[in-house]
């Protein structure tokens, strides 16, 4: 009977120990260490009772055991040590079994002995196997827990990743978005600048032209002025003839006198539609929006804006001089264009025009050339009806392009012009304005030393 | 009879003229003649030999031939014939060329009607 009782005793040492990574299960310790006591308590009092009462010590032996059992078999802190109790149980059972029948039926105990030998040592195999088992599962469940723990150090490290991975993508997004807007302020910035470069474009071409204006604004009005006092006085004179006896009146005097002021008073006219159609041209080349297209006369417009473009580099430079040719096509239909556009185009042509013969002209003076004296400065404006469409022509018999520059003339900001002479931007808006804006052509033709020759096609 | 002659590029520019000298061309004192260039104005005057021409009155701002260099070549084939600039521009510039040049006087557009006219009628006086 002592043996179930000193496996209940060493049972009770193992459980207390908890599994490699539990928690000991202390709040069982006052049970598994009453079941010791018992234990030992019941193993003496089998020892020193009389044999009659063998009976009862060996009975409340199983106590101590299975109190054990029960503890581990439903208590959850015991889960990992089940299989330990399993190995034992056989042992413990066939000892319990073997006990009771050695005292109830001595007789029959003493006649199959051997069985419950055989039995004992079953039990033993078996609590030896499972103890290998065990130990092999213990191995594999620490390698699993191993495992476990590296899985979940894994995790936490994937996890760390992810966060830090979180705010990466965020700090990415707010940079591309700051960038987005960077570029989007840049853009808008470059777009402004072009806005203003184009105005600055026209403003300069304005500029050049004030003097022109100004000249071509003064002309008519001292015509308006002139005529209306010279009216008046052709008037003063009709009523001093008026006032005359009838018999010594000069009547066709009357008459000649009247139709003096019949003509002047329609010169007076003229002169102030000049003077009103070229402030409106300068208010239409100033504006900034993109006009309307209209029925044209380019003759008009050619001629007009070649006077502005000659007295403008006259009044700016006195000792600019050049001549200049019309040779205009009475048969050239009225054409659908922008008549500011167009006309900034002209007047950008034969400015560039003028410029090139008065540097011809320079250039020559200042080499000594005996041609300086020969030559003759001459922008000519042409215009021709072609069987579809309209041709303008602006020549000038100044320096010519060199052939390596023709194809860059109508670059932005390509200038052959000295830094604050001009934007760049002139003959490039104008093949703008005559290809895109009016689905013309405009080409160039030149040969150095001699000429150079702007052609436009409009359709 | 004072033949003078008058260049400019702008055509009313006669209109104009013979409406103030009406009186002096009626009464035969004065004759006067026009060019619009200076190429013109040089024919003009090469075409009497010794030029009719006493006196000429010139814009300066026209187009090929300007004024000054008309008055160079005038006081140059001509030295007799007085030139007197007639310019919208009255700078210093001008002016100075233009006198420096023998010019003898120098009008600013507006045209001042009433001292043209007296230097005119100074020049059919003195005659």
Redesign the interface.
């Known amino acids: 009977m002592n043996t179930i009782n000193i496996i209940a005793f060493f049972l009770v040492f193992f459980f207390r120990k908890p599994r490699r990574g539990d928690l000991p299960p202390i709040k069982w310790y006052p049970v598994l260490n009453a079941i010791a006591v018992a234990a030992v308590v019941v193993s003496i009092l089998n020892y020193s009772v009389d044999k009659e009462y063998r009976i009862l010590t060996s009975l409340l032996a199983v106590f101590p055991i299975a109190g054990l059992t029960y503890l581990v078999l439903t208590k959850p802190e015991f889960e990992g040590k089940k299989q330990v109790l399993y190995a034992w149980l056989p042992i413990i059972g066939i000892e319990i079994i073997k006990d009771l029948v050695e005292l109830i039926f001595p007789v029959f105990y003493a006649k199959r002995a051997d069985y419950f030998e055989i039995a004992g040592i079953f039990a033993l195999i078996w609590a030896i196997a499972m103890w290998i088992n065990n130990g092999k599962q213990a191995k594999k469940l620490e390698k699993d827990r191993l495992i476990a723990i590296e899985r979940e150090r894994e995790l936490e490290i994937t996890a760390k990743l992810k966060a830090e991975l979180e705010v990466q993508v965020t700090e990415r997004t707010a940079e591309l978005l700051s960038q987005k807007e960077e570029l989007e302020k840049a853009l808008e910035n470059l777009k402004s600048t072009q806005d203003q470069l184009i105005h600055a474009e026209k403003m300069a071409s304005l500029g050049e032209l004030t003097a022109g204006i100004a000249?071509e604004i003064?002309?008519p009005?001292?015509?308006v002025?002139?005529?209306s006092?010279?009216s008046n006085?052709?008037i003063a004179e009709l009523v001093e003839e008026r006032a005359k006896d009838p018999s010594v009146r000069d009547e066709s005097l009357v008459e000649e006198l009247l139709a003096?002021i019949k003509?002047?008073l329609s010169?007076i006219n003229i002169?102030g539609k000049r003077a009103d159609g070229i402030v409106k041209g300068m208010l239409q080349h100033s504006r900034n929006n993109s006009g309307q297209k209209e029925f044209t006369d380019i003759n008009e417009l050619a001629d007009e804006y070649l006077r502005l473009s000659?007295?403008g580099l006259?009044?700016k430079d006195?000792s600019f001089?050049?001549?200049?040719k019309l040779d205009l096509d009475p048969a050239l239909p009225k054409m659908e264009i922008v008549p500011q556009d167009i006309g900034r185009v002209i007047l950008n042509l034969i400015n560039n025009g003028f410029y090139a013969v008065s540097e011809k002209k320079q250039g020559l003076a200042i080499q000594g050339n005996s041609e300086h004296a020969s030559y003759k400065p001459t922008v000519w404006v042409k215009t021709k009806k072609l069987d579809r469409g309209i041709e303008i022509r602006i020549r000038d018999n100044g320096n010519g392009i060199p052939a390596d520059i023709k194809a860059k003339i109508f670059q932005p900001f390509f200038t052959t012009k000295p830094a604050g002479k001009g934007t760049g931007l002139g003959l490039s808006m104008s093949y703008e304005i005559i290809t895109k804006g009016h689905n013309g052509q405009l080409s160039v033709e030149s040969v150095p030393s001699e000429y150079t020759e702007f052609i436009i096609i409009l359709t | 009879m004072t033949k003078i002659l008058i260049v400019d590029d702008e055509r009313d520019v006669e209109t104009l003229f013979r409406q103030k000298f009406r009186k002096e061309v009626r009464s035969g004192d004065l004759e006067l003649v026009f060019a619009f260039s200076g190429d013109e104005a040089l024919q003009v005057l090469s075409e009497d030999d010794p030029p009719e021409v006493v006196y000429v009155f010139s814009d300066i701002n026209m187009p090929g031939m300007t004024g000054l260099e008309l008055l160079k070549k005038v006081k140059d084939k001509f030295p007799l014939i007085n030139v007197s600039m007639i310019s919208a521009y009255g700078d210093t510039e001008n002016y100075q060329k233009a006198m420096s040049s023998g010019a003898k006087e120098f009008f600013t557009k507006p045209i001042d009607f009433d001292s043209l006219k007296r230097e005119i009628v100074e020049l059919i006086t003195k005659k």
Request: proline share 0%; aromatic share 14%; charged share 30%.
């Open positions: 000249h003064q002309n009005l001292n015509f002025n002139n005529f006092e010279v006085e052709l003096d003509d002047n010169k002169h000659y007295h006259r009044a006195k001089n050049a001549d200049f």
